[in-house]
């Protein structure tokens, strides 16, 4: 597609829920990001894949959070047993250059946007 | 690790009326600088950044942004603002050498009213 796509855009969890939030990328890139943006506040990265390598998982809260990307493309970010404090918006982001590239353009997706209750 | 602050929450202003949006970082390395606007349920969308070279950086929408190194800021501003740039404004930095940790402040909500 033309740009980042993000499903679902809103879900409600009850707490205690799994819940899964799936990313397309545009088509090629390489490097793919999550965020946690918290109402009011900026986005606090998650994780950074570069393919289906996960190279930086140094933002997850907590080890209820886990996300792949297993063939480089679509990423999924799984949080299990939800807690009120993970209601938040998750964007994803997309990227063509690789790491530490110079001048990289990071485009982002419209978010998913979870309440848990 | 780099930190961005933006030091207004909020800012109102008149339709047609100038508008800077300020912004501080904090790094002990060379960054890239970046401004993206959030538009009501939407996803964040690049204005401008700042990579090298001129210290007065032009993007979208009118809006323009200027590097000051010894000041450690990367203010936004536009000349006249109209009613549709009414949005959250967010300034980020990445360092050179990890272009993947983007820190993104904490947003101001521009109003523009008529």
């Known amino acids: 597609g033309a740009g980042v796509s993000q499903s679902p855009r809103y879900k409600v969890a009850k707490r205690g829920q799994d819940v899964a939030l799936r990313c397309d990328p545009i088509?090629?890139?390489?490097?793919l990001f999550w965020y946690q943006q918290a109402l009011g506040q900026g986005p606090e990265f998650l994780t950074y894949f570069q393919n289906e390598a996960q190279l930086d998982k140094s933002g997850l809260p907590s080890d209820r959070f886990f996300a792949e990307r297993p063939e480089g493309s679509v990423s999924t970010l799984k949080i299990q047993r939800t807690q009120q404090e993970d209601s938040a918006v998750y964007l994803c982001?997309?990227?063509?250059?690789?790491?530490?590239?110079?001048?990289?353009?990071?485009?982002f997706g419209e978010g998913s946007w979870l309440t848990v209750v | 690790a780099q930190s961005v602050t933006q030091l207004d929450s909020q800012v109102p202003v008149f339709e047609e009326a100038p508008v800077e949006l300020r912004c501080n970082y904090s790094?002990?390395?060379?960054?890239?600088l970046f401004w993206y606007v959030q538009y009501p349920n939407q996803g964040l969308q690049l204005l401008l950044k700042y990579l090298s070279g001129s210290t007065l950086v032009k993007g979208i929408n009118g809006f323009e942004a200027e590097f000051n190194k010894s000041q450690t800021s990367f203010h936004l501003r536009k000349p006249s603002v109209h009613i549709s740039d009414t949005a959250e404004y967010f300034c980020?930095?990445?360092?050179?050498?990890?272009?993947?940790?983007?820190?993104f402040g904490a947003g101001t909500r521009l109003t523009v009213k008529p």
């Open positions: 982001a997309s990227s063509l250059a690789l790491r530490g590239a110079s001048g990289n353009t990071i485009y």
């Open positions: 790094s002990s390395v060379s960054v890239y």
């Open positions: 980020a930095v990445t360092n050179r050498d990890n272009n993947n940790d983007m820190r």
């Open positions: 088509s090629g890139h390489v490097s």
